[in-house]
């Protein structure tokens, strides 16, 4: 063999050492890295070891103290036979725990069905019986009387009346209240027989019997407002004197263009 071919020989031969030893290298590092990433695994979840497996277990019971052994106290006597299991009992009753004392024992046993002396039930007694009370038989109503007024005169039953204007040419643009006075045989009083005062409201005003004659002979009418409202007044009969024949009565307007004339007639009653 030439001297070339031995260098290349020699060559070769190094060259395959260093593969394996590259070889051995790679695989020394592969299971450093896998005993590190079991190790970190065992760190990080320690539950996924058995029990009898886990190094900190192992540790613990390395270096815990053995069980203590137990010595006998006394040594029992040749041929005596102790029980396998053997439990105290206490003599002394503990401080604070009733002494449980004699049940007595009932002798009679109550029965769920109470029996009834049939001589006691009670007699039933007579219900009296509701006795039917007469219906008084309806007769002729009494007819009320009249009271006699302190004054000759008082409004008629139909007072006060309400109605549209028809007196004049106003129409729903006047409000008032008119009217007539009657005698003790039901005939108009003559003209300026009596007067009559309206008062209240912010009216005061006087009209005299027969000065309006669209009512009647013996008719008078007192303006109250230019429209029809609500407003409450105060009216009077007089003597031409001065001296009041009548109450004072109280009426109240209406707000409506079928209402805005309030007619009040005078009667003489004594």
Known sequence: MSELDQDFTVQEERVTRLNVFNLLAVLLLLLTAAAIACYATLLISPDIVPAGLRPQEVALLATAAPPPTMVPSATPREGAILPSEWTPTPT?????????????????????????????????TNTPT????????????????????PYPFTLDLNSPMYTANYANNAGCNWLGV???VFDLKGEPVATGAYLIWVTEGGINQQALTGSALAYGPSGWEVFIYDRPRVSTHRIQLFSPGGTPVSQVYEFTTRASCNQNLVLINFVQNH
């Open 92 to 124: 002394v009753t503990p401080v604070g725990s009733p002494t449980p004392l004699n049940t007595p024992t009932p002798t009679l046993t109550p029965s769920l069905s109470p029996t009834f002396n049939p001589t006691n039930t009670p007699t039933p």
């Open 130 to 149: 509701n006795t039917p009370t007469s219906t008084p038989t309806p007769g002729p109503s009494p007819t009320p009387t009249n009271t006699r007024s």
């Open 178 to 180: 008119a009217g007539q």
